[in-house]
């Protein structure tokens, strides 16, 4: 009867077999959500993970949002206890995630040498592969609260001055509030060197359509021969908005990525994975900058 070896029976070799098997295992489920993501509710809680999970990369925000599409924020056992003070339950099981490997080596004339050779010869970092981690949700710990960087925008927009203040220094563009714009146009971004959102809308709308021109301004500021089409510069910037919308606490029940899916019909992976980097890109660029000044 073959049994199974324990981890602490394992030789090296075996053990850095595991993890490699582990971690090719995560690669292979990210290979699927790439295909599944695109129907609209799949789209919609990707890209709500998203924006919760703005600092983490590509693969590991999908990860998350595949394992764990309800949690709110998530760190490492260890980080839980040395950075908020909080401990993980006992039984919760942790949320699977890619760790870089990185060795350092140091460098002589183009030639990397054993680091013990010199100390005061350079590091070269190196990534060679990944391993399996695991962190946790919030909801799997307690302890003390957790700091707030801002208050949370409700969809009457508390702080909307603030807000909208926000998307304005971190636009490259000016961005008014104007009269005139033509029927169902609720705003646009002009390379010509502005930004203009209809006057007499609700708070909440007005904010959304700041920042789905915003998100136009950030990812497709460009010669018109080197953007992607239409349809793909509103998915990804209807995206951008909805997520950074949601990492704001702005209401987005009202969004509808229905044509999403009608749009991906007949994209590659490869097509899907690059809009979906794209999306993740400028996501984070703009929480990172709007987080600074609503702290402020």
Request: hydrophobic residues 40%; aromatic residues 6%; glycine residues 6%.
């Amino acid at each position: 009867m073959k049994t199974t070896k324990s981890y602490e029976d394992m030789t090296r070799e075996e053990r850095k077999a595991l993890a490699q098997a582990k971690a090719q295992a995560a690669l292979d489920r990210i290979g699927d959500g790439v295909r599944s993501v695109w129907s609209s509710e799949a789209w919609a809680r990707w890209l709500t993970t998203l924006a919760k999970f703005h600092d983490y990369s590509l693969n590991n925000t999908m990860l998350i949002a595949m394992q764990m599409p309800e949690a709110t924020r998530v760190a490492s056992y260890r980080s839980w206890q040395r950075d908020f003070n909080r401990h993980v339950r006992k039984g919760e099981h942790g949320i699977e995630v890619l760790v870089p490997m990185v060795v350092r080596s140091k460098l002589s004339e183009g030639k990397e040498l054993p680091r013990e050779n010199d100390e005061d010869t350079p590091e070269r970092k190196r990534l060679v592969g990944f391993k399996v981690g695991h962190v946790f949700d919030v909801s799997q710990t307690e302890g003390e609260p957790l700091p707030t960087i801002a208050e949370r925008v409700s969809s009457d927009v508390e702080r909307y001055d603030e807000v909208m203040d926000a998307i304005c220094a971190v636009s490259a563009y000016p961005v008014e509030v104007v009269d005139g714009l033509p029927p169902e146009t609720n705003g646009l971004f002009s390379r010509m060197g502005y930004i203009a959102i209809r006057a007499g809308m609700p708070q909440g709308q007005t904010v959304k359509t700041a920042l789905h021109e915003l998100a136009h301004s950030v990812m497709h500021d460009a010669n018109v021969e080197e953007l992607p089409d239409r349809s793909m510069r509103e998915v990804q910037a209807e995206s951008v908005a909805y997520a950074v919308s949601a990492a704001l606490g702005l209401d987005t029940s009202g969004y509808s990525f229905g044509y999403v899916a009608s749009w991906a019909v007949g994209k590659s992976d490869e097509e899907m994975r690059a809009c979906m980097q794209v999306v993740r890109d400028a996501t984070k660029d703009i929480i990172d900058r709007m987080e600074i000044i609503l702290a402020a």
